[in-house]
């Protein structure tokens, strides 16, 4: 009885011995945790060229089509330049170039402010916040120069965006800098108080003389009184010319800023987007190539292993 269930586990039913192998699994099966054979990328992309280059072609021409295809947008810049600075202050020449990198600086970010912006809206007629969205200003490192660029749907609405910008970039910078706007009535103040002058000069250089030939008390407390109103006046006339200049050196600091360069054409951008969408679509359509190549070459390998006895 042992032996009869022996054979019949060990053989078939007929007591022979199992067939050595009959249950072990087909080349390729992938059975006892081995992967099964593939086709690498570089070798599918050499046996199936066209499934790759066909992609590529297809991809690259649509993506610099569509390109061509966008309404461009345009860029005009003007630069500007902060130059003139009140060099009779003490130390200005000392830090002259720091001082305009400095103020290149806050000036260009003041380009989209408010103040700067709503004249220029209002003299375009377009809205203030769509201004905003095309105007943009940075400096030049290391430079008292910074530049305004503006776009737009054509290229003379960014031209005129940008020139307008400029301009009222430098009308802001004179109204913040604008310290005396009273000069031209300090300058009629001082010829009226040198006119005085010279008449209270001519007065006591009369009495001077009148002394000579009456050396009287009454001569001598009117040249005295003389004199003393002529001081007076000679001081006021130096008041008033400090004050003058003062005021006359802040507005030629207030003209800090000014326009190097005028914005006169304006750059496109559809060149630039067809070839960034055409690269886009060679690389696409390389990896959509590699990845069909990729998929038939294995497909038929796993065919062909299949197909085997």
Known sequence: MIEQETTRQNGGGDGLPARVGSSLPRPGSGSLGQAPPSVGVLQAARRYPLLVILPMLFLTVAGVLIGMQKRPTYTAQSRLSVGRINLNAPGALAGYASATQALATQYARSADATP???????ELGIPVDRVDRRVSASPIPDSPVFTVKATGPTEESAVRLANEVSDSV???????????PDASALLGEYKKTSSILADREARADALRDQLEDDPSAEVRRSLARARASRSFWRLREEALEERYLAASAGESSSQLIQVLNRADDAKSDEAQWSQILGFAGLIGGLLL?????????????????????
């Open 116 to 122: 700067v912006i709503a004249p220029v809206a209002e």
């Open 170 to 180: 430098v009308l802001y910078a004179r109204q913040l800098n604008d310290r005396d």
């Open 289 to 309: 190539g590699l990845g069909a190549a990729t998929f038939v070459a294995n497909r038929r390998l796993r065919k062909s292993l299949a197909a085997r006895p």
